[in-house]
């Protein structure tokens, strides 16, 4: 029964994931084009939907691991390209600083994309 809640929580958890990091997303793009949107809040907010992928992974591969879950094929590889994704883009914000709401906002995106064809995959 346990396994099973783990499960239904992973699977409910990924919809956060996917609607915060493309929330996240369309909120720096319309920082980059409206000054006035910009805040403190989309960086703590950008934050927590990009640690959101850290958590889901984590709750993924420890199912694998101690409940001895079988995933589907390439859904472990676009959670891990996640992690790296947000890896990447953490790491050019400095180089990147004059067009880090777009760096974000496409960042922001394209995570949500591998959280869609994560959860795709995982369905078939």
Same mark, same amino acid.
């Given at each position: 029964?346990?396994?099973?809640?783990?499960?239904?929580?992973?699977? !409910?958890?990924?919809?956060? /994931?996917? @609607? *915060?990091?493309?929330?996240?997303?369309?909120?720096? #793009?319309? &920082?980059? %084009?409206?000054?006035?949107?910009?805040?403190?809040?989309?960086?703590?907010?950008?934050?927590?939907?990009?640690? !959101?992928?850290?958590?889901? /992974?984590? @709750? *993924?591969?420890?199912?694998?691991?101690?409940?001895? #879950?079988? &995933?589907? %094929?390439?859904?472990?590889?676009?959670?891990?390209?996640?992690?790296?994704?947000?890896?990447?883009?953490?790491?050019?914000?400095?180089?990147?600083?004059?067009?880090?709401?777009?760096?974000?906002?496409?960042?922001? #995106?394209?995570?949500?994309?591998?959280?869609?064809?994560?959860?795709?995959?995982?369905?078939?």
């Amino acid at each position: 029964m346990f396994a099973t809640t783990v499960l239904e929580f992973h699977e !409910s958890f990924a919809w956060f /994931v996917i @609607i *915060g990091n493309g929330l996240a997303g369309l909120w720096a #793009l319309a &920082a980059h %084009q409206w000054p006035a949107v910009r805040s403190r809040a989309l960086w703590w907010f950008t934050l927590v939907a990009q640690l !959101s992928i850290f958590v889901q /992974v984590t @709750i *993924g591969v420890t199912m694998v691991s101690h409940q001895k #879950l079988k &995933a589907p %094929q390439f859904h472990m590889f676009y959670g891990f390209v996640a992690i790296f994704a947000v890896a990447i883009i953490y790491s050019y914000r400095h180089q990147l600083e004059k067009y880090r709401y777009l760096l974000y906002g496409g960042g922001g #995106l394209f995570l949500m994309g591998l959280g869609i064809r994560a959860m795709l995959v995982g369905k078939t």
